[in-house]
């Protein structure tokens, strides 16, 4: 049982290449998230999946887009990468119904955009 | 005004001193509180759930008040390995969204 995993777990991209990060989990959770983290500041909610083939903007999607089409599976897409998108993007997931509202997250992926 | 303010911190305490960390949210329909701790470069991980009904763990003790949207964590006898950034979090919506707040760091002193 690894939990939630996330590739990579660093890149560095030059300003316009894209890129998709991917997130697994095999705990069968319904719920995926994307956060990122700034230096200083909290983790701010990018996108988020409550099942297979939905998704939702979450309070910083602009830049991003992502896709559910598996349900252990979250991907993050770069289309364009931008020097104001370098930070630390966790993926997190919980099991719809948790009365503890329990996230598990990944080790991050640190992405560098120069 | 952002959704879950916490002090600025940083704080540098001794061993053994007590520490308090505190916290507010502006949405009132939010749902469920907990500080996470997080360590240097590393994965946030729930330190525990906060209640109007206060709780505690061990040295942590940890109490939510509704009316005023005051979440706060008491760390009692600190510890080197409690050196950390501790983040208040907050619950809402259906799909149980997390609101993080910019998290607060602390260094436990020798």
């Known amino acids: 049982n690894a939990g939630v995993t996330q590739t990579p777990k660093f890149r560095v991209l030059k300003t316009g290449q894209s890129m998709t990060l991917l997130c697994a989990q095999d705990m069968n959770h319904e719920y995926m998230y994307w956060y990122r983290q700034d230096p200083g500041m909290g983790l701010r909610l990018i996108h988020y999946s409550v099942g297979e083939g939905t998704t939702a903007k979450g309070e910083v999607p602009d830049g991003y887009n992502v896709s559910r089409l598996k349900k252990q599976n979250f991907l993050l897409g770069l289309e364009s990468a931008a020097p104001s998108q370098t930070s630390v993007y966790f993926c997190?997931?919980?099991?719809?119904?948790?009365?503890?509202?329990?996230?598990?997250f990944g080790p991050g992926t640190r992405l560098t955009v120069l | 005004r952002k959704e879950v303010e916490q002090d600025p911190g940083p704080f540098n305490v001794p061993e053994g001193a007590t520490v308090a960390f505190n916290c507010t949210y502006s949405n009132s329909a939010s749902q469920s509180f907990f500080w996470y701790r997080q360590d240097c470069r590393k994965e946030p991980k729930l330190l525990m759930s906060?209640?109007?009904s206060g709780n505690e763990d061990g040295r942590f003790t940890a109490q939510l008040n509704r009316a005023s949207q005051y979440i706060s964590l008491l760390i009692r006898d600190s510890k080197l390995s409690d050196s950390a950034t501790y983040l208040c979090v907050v619950v809402s919506g259906s799909a149980r969204q997390l609101t993080f707040g910019s998290g607060t760091q602390l260094t436990v002193l020798p």
């Open positions: 906060v209640y109007s």
């Open positions: 997190a997931s919980t099991r719809r119904g948790d009365s503890t509202d329990t996230q598990y």
